[in-house]
């Protein structure tokens, strides 16, 4: 605490704490956080002996949820390196090790160990942030331990966890998508999904379409004045009527498309629905609702007719510079 600080700006009480653990001075009396100091959390740092303490080296791996024992655990280490030891009696004394090393551990260790590489991987996969990844190990390391999901597997539970997580947290991800990286059925997957809520009693709001529209609107490269138009077209009081009961991502997508055609930016449908991982039939009928409930079906046919004779006009003047050459 800096010695000018004496009392609360606030109450004016000399009842200040110090605490150490959030580096943080606060009054006691009403609460208010007079200073608040820098504090290192991570790993410590060890002097170099050799260089006079001038070069710093970390103390160890940060700790990580992704680990199953947040990276604490020593291990004998890999059969290959083993076996590149010159002495055959330390071979033989170091393959022992790692067989005692497993087989004292706990079938719990065990399933954590596979489970969180495979969570590592189908995270990755879907390039998802590390505080996904953190939230999803913690979900899964708990219904583990309380033996909710047991009886299913481990793959369909681990995506269970990334899907609910990339919820809880607003990631336009979709259980196709989650499907095909983790190899898991989607219908396997949604089910183990909401028999987790259901028994975590997680607090998930329904996916919003406008969370896909900034991604689907990268891949399928359309102008930032597009992407605005779709989010006010979901922002409207009768296309949020279309949301029950129908997928965010095919609302998003028909909404893209709808945009793209306003602004000259025109996608086939078969490439909204690649994007979007969805049939073009369901394209087509949320195309098609959306247009009737905002009465475009006349601007739309206007612009497409627009877009004919200006390609028919291109023609014609191509044709006229081969007849000049």
């Known amino acids: 605490m800096s010695e000018y600080i004496k009392k609360c700006p606030?109450?004016?009480?000399?009842?200040?704490?110090?605490?150490d653990q959030k580096g943080e001075v606060h009054c006691k009396d009403c609460g208010l956080v007079v200073e608040e100091s820098m504090v290192h959390t991570g790993q410590e740092f060890l002097g170099d002996s050799s260089s006079g303490g001038e070069k710093k080296s970390r103390g160890g791996a940060p700790l990580s949820r992704q680990k199953f024992d947040k990276g604490l655990t020593t291990n004998v280490g890999g059969i290959s390196d083993i076996y590149k030891l010159n002495k055959s009696k330390k071979t033989r004394k170091f393959l022992r090790l790692k067989k005692w090393q497993e087989r004292v551990s706990t079938?719990?260790?065990?399933?954590?160990?596979?489970?969180?590489?495979?969570?590592?991987?189908?995270a990755t996969y879907l390039s998802l942030p590390n505080v996904v990844k953190d939230d999803a190990s913690r979900l899964y390391n708990y219904v583990l331990q309380r033996g909710i999901v047991r009886g299913r597997s481990m793959e369909s539970v681990i995506a269970a966890c990334i899907y609910a997580t990339c919820r809880q947290y607003s990631i336009p991800r979709t259980l196709d998508e989650v499907a095909d990286a983790s190899d898991v059925e989607r219908k396997e997957i949604g089910r183990t999904y909401r028999f987790i809520i259901r028994k975590m009693d997680l607090d998930i709001k329904p996916a919003s379409p406008k969370d896909y529209v900034p991604r689907f609107?990268?891949?399928?490269?359309?102008?930032?004045?597009?992407?605005?138009?779709?989010?006010?077209?979901?922002?409207?009081?009768?296309i949020s009527e279309?949301?029950?009961?129908?997928?965010?991502a095919g609302i998003a997508a028909a909404a893209l498309y709808v945009s793209a055609l306003l602004n000259d930016e025109k996608r086939t449908q078969r490439e909204v629905a690649d994007v979007a991982g969805i049939t073009e039939v369901t394209i087509r009928n949320r195309y098609k609702e959306m247009i009737d409930r905002m009465g475009l079906e006349d601007k739309l046919k206007k612009k497409e007719q627009e877009g004919k004779k200006k390609g028919n006009n291109e023609e014609e003047s191509d044709e006229d510079k081969d007849t000049d050459k």
Do not use: F, W, Y
């Open 10 to 19: 606030e109450c004016g009480s000399v009842n200040l704490i110090h605490n």
């Open 107 to 122: 079938s719990i260790e065990r399933n954590l160990r596979l489970a969180m590489a495979e969570l590592r991987r189908v």
């Open 217 to 238: 609107a990268s891949m399928l490269n359309l102008s930032p004045k597009s992407q605005s138009n779709a989010t006010k077209i979901l922002d409207e009081d009768i």
């Open 242 to 248: 279309l949301t029950s009961g129908r997928g965010p």
